[in-house]
């Protein structure tokens, strides 16, 4: 396993269809109740506390 993976808890680098399916949440009626969140996709490399 690469190095820069070592330290992401899932593992994976997210790829750009993943990040564009978390801006496709955001322009969705299911985000619609959804105010002040930031989504990180990231693979649990950073987890603000």
């Keep these: 396993m690469p190095r820069s993976r070592r330290s992401i808890p899932l593992g994976v680098i997210p790829d750009d ?4 399916k978390a801006a496709i949440f955001f322009g969705s009626d299911y985000s619609s109740v959804v105010t002040g969140a930031a989504l990180d996709v990231n693979g649990g490399e950073y987890m603000p506390i």
Excluded at 17 to 20: D, K, T, Y
């Design 17 to 20: 269809g993943e990040c564009a």
